[in-house]
């Protein structure tokens, strides 16, 4: 290889370093989030076992998916450490919503978002349908974790 050659390096592959961080089990509380066969979830049961013959306590979590609300467990030696996702709430202003279920967001820099689908939870599907179709001013929260995006809750601003 001379010095002249040049390269170039195209990575597609994401580490997923930023989507994460560790914590150790025994310190994770119900009502925090969790990863749990690679899913985020909110953890709604903690019980801790004794330490046994064989050394560590256990910790078996129970954890509800944030973006799509299906129920996993685990159980983690308390002493070793889990991934614990990086999780965010933005509000949205809702601009409009598409025939094939996008909606356009406006975000408080003034930048539009068009990239997220309507939920599929039908209660708030209609409550966001009903108000847009009423001309109500709507901001959305939208969560999200480990390059998931998902509306999640609504608020109304009052009439346009």
């Known amino acids: 290889m001379t010095d002249s050659e040049e390269h170039h390096f195209e990575s597609k592959a994401d580490a997923g370093a930023s989507k994460t961080y560790p914590q150790q089990a025994g310190t994770v509380r119900k009502n925090g989030y969790i990863v749990i066969k690679g899913r985020p979830c909110k953890v709604v049961e903690v019980s801790t076992s004794k330490t046994g013959k064989h050394g560590h306590a256990k910790c078996h979590f129970v954890g509800i998916d944030i973006f799509n609300g ?22 949205y202003q809702l601009l409009d919503i598409s025939e094939d279920g996008f909606v356009s967001l406006l975000s408080e ?7 997220l689908r309507l939920p599929t939870d039908d209660n708030l599907l209609s409550q966001i349908k ?18 998931e995006e998902q509306i999640c809750g609504l608020k109304d601003i009052g009439p346009k």
């Open 109 to 115: 820099n003034g930048g539009t978002k068009d990239d």
């Open 130 to 147: 009903d108000g847009f179709a009423e001309g109500k001013d709507l901001v959305v929260s939208v969560m999200s974790a480990m390059g």
């Open 70 to 91: 299906k129920k996993y467990d685990d159980i983690v030696p308390s002493s070793h450490n889990c991934d614990i996702p990086h999780v965010s709430r933005t509000d």
